[in-house]
């Protein structure tokens, strides 16, 4: 009797260890990569800004081995392993355990590798290395995107198509899709945001076409431009109502906006005190034409990213714009401010009364001071 007691405990507790086994939720990433000896390795979770967060780093061994163990595994989205200077990116739906990445380092770029146990990561990596090829067309390329899990959707779209209003359509197919199978998930928020802001965007252009030069018109109320400034910190255009502003649309690179800065220098000095003040939006950075020329080598881009912001940096200290309000999402002509204003060239100026509404579309530097004084 007690034997059969025993055995009866025993296949419990066995019944219990196999269940515990099968529902862990642990995550182990492995890789061997060739010419990848000794080297640091990254594994970084992605934004749809292509801003990383570094979730973890090991060095690989002599013979380019490594592996990462994440015991409470990780939520959906787009991750990347970085190794020295080169990168493979993951779209990962939480489900996985066991993922192997093989390859040689000198091919990464090139989506020449391996990848077992992420269907989804593969199914990016394929549809990558067959764009980058060329084997791709339009059509065939649209296709793809409509038959692939969203969030492989998503990673295509925002990789390849960034945040062209144009291409709204695409993107809003793509997220409602993607809001429906995976409910809840971070990344399905930040693209349901983005895809609302490129509506916005699209729908200003379209109606600045009908309407005039710019998606606005004196009398508009200004929209809102809410961007990261030279420290990161979100400054918004509505924090300054109750001041008369200029909105200035500028980059380090444009020579115009360079030969009009000591005018809005001098502007801004001699009408401070009254309740004037300057808030620029550069369009300095990269975009998605730009990046495409890297072929996904992430860290040549970080390094051109990197490199554009100094310059932004050094001419806001060059040209001595000591006001505080200098923003940029760091994107270049897809800068969703620009798109906001419909501005298609720079320099171009908005002044704003107090009440943030719109007295005058890119007035000359010759007529600024005298609609500042209609203001005042």
Same mark, same amino acid.
């Given at each position: 009797?007690?034997?059969?007691?025993?055995?009866?405990?025993?296949?419990?507790?066995?019944?219990?260890?196999?269940?515990?086994?099968?529902?862990?939720?642990?995550?182990?990433?492995?890789?061997?990569?060739?010419?990848?000896?000794?080297?640091?390795?990254?594994?970084?979770? $992605? @934004?749809?800004?292509?801003? %990383?967060?570094? /979730?973890?780093?090991?060095?690989?061994?002599? &013979?380019?081995?490594? #592996?990462?163990?994440?015991?409470?595994?990780?939520?959906?989205?787009?991750?990347?392993?970085?190794?020295?200077?080169?990168?493979?990116?993951?779209?990962?739906?939480?489900?996985?355990?066991?993922?192997?990445?093989?390859?040689?380092?000198?091919?990464?770029?090139?989506?020449?590798?391996?990848?077992?146990?992420?269907?989804?990561?593969?199914?990016?990596?394929?549809?990558?290395?067959?764009?980058?090829?060329?084997?791709?067309?339009?059509?065939?390329?649209?296709?793809?995107?409509?038959?692939?899990?969203?969030?492989?959707?998503?990673?295509?779209?925002?990789?390849?198509?960034?945040?062209?209003?144009?291409?709204?359509?695409?993107?809003?197919?793509?997220?409602?899709?993607?809001?429906?199978?995976?409910?809840?998930?971070?990344?399905? $928020? @930040?693209?349901?945001?983005? %895809?609302?802001? /490129?509506?916005?965007?699209?729908?200003?252009? &379209?109606?600045?076409? #009908?309407?005039?030069?710019?998606?606005?018109?004196?009398?508009?109320?200004?929209?809102?431009?809410?961007?990261?400034?030279?420290?990161?910190?979100?400054?918004?255009?509505?924090?300054?109502?109750?001041?008369?502003?200029?909105?200035?649309?500028?980059?380090?690179?444009?020579?115009?906006?360079?030969?009009?800065?000591?005018?809005?220098?001098?502007?801004?000095?001699?009408?401070?005190?009254?309740?004037?003040?300057?808030?620029?939006?550069?369009?300095?950075?990269?975009?998605?034409?730009?990046?495409?020329?890297?072929?996904?080598?992430?860290?040549?881009?970080?390094?051109?990213?990197?490199?554009?912001?100094?310059?932004?940096?050094?001419?806001?200290?060059?040209?001595?714009?000591?006001?505080?309000?200098?923003?940029?999402?760091?994107? $270049?002509?897809?800068?969703?401010?620009?798109?906001?204003?419909?501005?298609?060239?720079?320099?171009?100026?908005?002044?704003?009364?107090?009440?943030?509404?719109?007295?005058?579309?890119?007035?000359?530097?010759?007529?600024?001071?005298?609609?500042?004084?209609?203001?005042?």
């Amino acid at each position: 009797m007690k034997f059969k007691h025993f055995l009866t405990f025993s296949a419990f507790i066995g019944l219990f260890l196999l269940a515990s086994c099968g529902s862990q939720k642990g995550l182990t990433v492995q890789g061997t990569i060739d010419n990848a000896t000794n080297l640091s390795v990254f594994f970084d979770k $992605k @934004d749809l800004n292509n801003t %990383v967060t570094s /979730l973890d780093k090991i060095d690989s061994n002599s &013979k380019g081995k490594f #592996s990462f163990n994440f015991p409470d595994g990780i939520t959906p989205g787009v991750y990347r392993v970085r190794i020295g200077a080169k990168s493979i990116d993951l779209v990962l739906n939480g489900t996985e355990k066991n993922i192997k990445l093989a390859g040689d380092l000198q091919n990464l770029e090139k989506y020449n590798y391996t990848i077992e146990g992420a269907p989804l990561a593969d199914s990016y990596r394929s549809t990558m290395s067959d764009f980058a090829s060329q084997k791709l067309n339009q059509q065939t390329l649209m296709s793809t995107l409509n038959a692939a899990d969203p969030l492989v959707g998503m990673a295509l779209a925002n990789a390849l198509f960034a945040k062209n209003p144009q291409l709204v359509g695409v993107h809003k197919n793509i997220c409602e899709r993607l809001s429906a199978q995976y409910p809840g998930v971070q990344c399905a $928020k @930040d693209y349901e945001s983005m %895809v609302k802001n /490129l509506e916005t965007a699209a729908a200003k252009a &379209k109606q600045s076409q #009908s309407r005039g030069k710019y998606a606005v018109e004196v009398g508009d109320p200004a929209p809102e431009i809410a961007l990261p400034d030279v420290n990161g910190k979100t400054r918004k255009l509505s924090d300054l109502k109750g001041s008369i502003v200029l909105l200035d649309f500028w980059a380090s690179w444009c020579g115009p906006c360079r030969r009009a800065n000591p005018g809005v220098v001098e502007t801004y000095h001699k009408y401070k005190d009254q309740g004037f003040t300057v808030f620029s939006v550069s369009l300095d950075g990269l975009d998605s034409r730009t990046k495409a020329r890297f072929n996904g080598d992430q860290a040549r881009i970080d390094a051109q990213m990197e490199s554009s912001k100094k310059r932004w940096l050094d001419a806001i200290k060059k040209d001595k714009l000591t006001w505080d309000n200098h923003v940029s999402d760091l994107k $270049k002509w897809e800068s969703q401010a620009s798109g906001l204003y419909g501005v298609r060239s720079i320099p171009t100026t908005f002044l704003l009364n107090r009440e943030g509404n719109i007295a005058a579309l890119n007035p000359r530097h010759t007529q600024i001071e005298s609609e500042i004084k209609k203001l005042l």
